[in-house]
């Protein structure tokens, strides 16, 4: 199928699409792992946003739903160099083009995107138009990509968070925790899960009381899509619980819980999205490997007074932890879960939690 990607400077590239015909609009964003594009295709912190993979050969391995963080794709479109339409793997049920097919989702192939990704490092996230199909007019695209919507006007959390409340149970002695669900990635559950807590997991709607309903001994705000500042009614429950329940973050419920704290978040150039950004531990000075996913950041200077900074990226010193120990807060902007990406700081932030609680 012929396709084009259009974006607001004016740049259009030819390509080969695969997946679904059709249009996608969103940001164009590069994020950079070689492997776990399973996993990247259904984070919901991708709603909103056409996904460029730096890394050349994508789709080599298929298809099996087993690494999925959600219940379905959840990136407007899709961008490689090469898609394989051979995968092999034991696991693999079908292949990458047949999945972004039953998901509705165009793909591009086939294009430059070394040189989308430079010119993205170079002049910042643009907004963009992927158009799959026989009927492809150059101009009717480029229009689109101009005239969408900036991503900072959209709720982009009420559409992949929760609809109802679940739980998940632990064991008798499990500790409960309540979850703000604002585009969760499944490892998280997994991971808590797994350290025997009973979780909670409520829509990003939830009122103070339904919380507070189920005695939850911690509140933990997960990843999620799109501008922070939108997260109002997430930061009015932040505000409710401050000082007597311990609060946690990952990514996005960093950045909510660093705005109920009276800091500032701004958008960050390019954003940072991949599985290998160095983290450093400002007590000890070690660094971590990590996996990260977002395109806005909490201003350093802002958060001096409400918390200590505890981790910053050694790439760019933006702010990637920090803590309030006498509020019982403590937040990374990384992904400690992965999902995909490295492992280096799943133990030490989800013992924390424990630690918080005893």
């Not at 925790?177 to 797994?194: F, M, P, T, W």
């Not at 350093?300 to 200590?308: I, K, N, P, R, V």
Request: charged share 25%; with cysteine.
């Amino acid at each position: 199928m012929k396709a084009i990607l259009a974006l607001e400077d004016g740049t259009v590239v030819e390509g080969r699409g695969f997946g679904a015909a059709g249009t996608a609009i969103g940001e164009l964003v590069f994020a950079t792992p070689f492997t776990g594009y399973e996993e990247a295709l259904t984070d919901p912190s991708y709603k909103g946003q056409i996904l460029m993979l730096t890394y050349p050969l994508i789709g080599n391995y298929g298809v099996s739903g087993a690494n999925f963080q959600s219940d379905g794709i959840k990136v407007e479109g899709f961008v490689v160099r090469e898609q394989c339409d051979a995968p092999s793997h034991y696991r693999s049920t079908r292949s990458l083009a047949a999945f972004l097919e039953a998901e509705a989702v165009p793909g591009i192939s086939e294009l430059d995107t070394r040189m989308l990704t430079r010119k993205i490092r170079e002049y910042g996230t643009m907004k963009a138009c992927l158009q799959v199909g026989s009927a492809v007019e150059t101009e009717a695209v480029l229009e689109r990509a101009r005239t969408q919507p900036d991503i900072s006007e959209r709720d982009l959390i009420a559409e992949v968070s929760c609809q109802h409340a679940y739980e998940i149970v632990g064991k008798a002695d499990a500790k409960r925790i309540a979850v703000l669900d604002l585009g969760i990635k499944r490892s998280i559950l997994k991971n808590l899960a797994k350290r025997n807590w009973h979780v909670f997991v409520f829509p990003a709607t939830a009122g103070e009381s339904e919380i507070r309903a189920v005695e939850p001994d911690a509140l933990l705000l997960s990843n999620g899509p799109g501008d922070p500042k939108r997260g109002e009614h997430a930061m009015r429950l932040v505000t409710s619980f401050l000082g007597e329940r311990p609060i946690f973050g990952i990514c996005l419920g960093l950045q909510i819980v660093a705005l109920a704290l009276g800091c500032d978040t701004y958008k960050l150039k390019f954003g940072h999205r991949g599985a290998n950004q160095p983290v450093k531990e400002l007590t000890s000075g070690r660094v971590y490997i990590t996996a990260q996913n977002h395109g806005f950041a909490v201003d350093h200077d802002s958060l001096m007074g409400h918390a200590e900074l505890t981790q910053i990226n050694a790439n760019d010193n933006t702010v990637e932890g920090f803590e309030n120990k006498y509020l019982g807060l403590k937040c990374v902007q990384y992904h400690p879960e992965a999902s995909p990406g490295p492992w280096d700081t799943e133990q030490s932030f989800f013992d924390t939690l424990n630690r918080y609680t005893t």
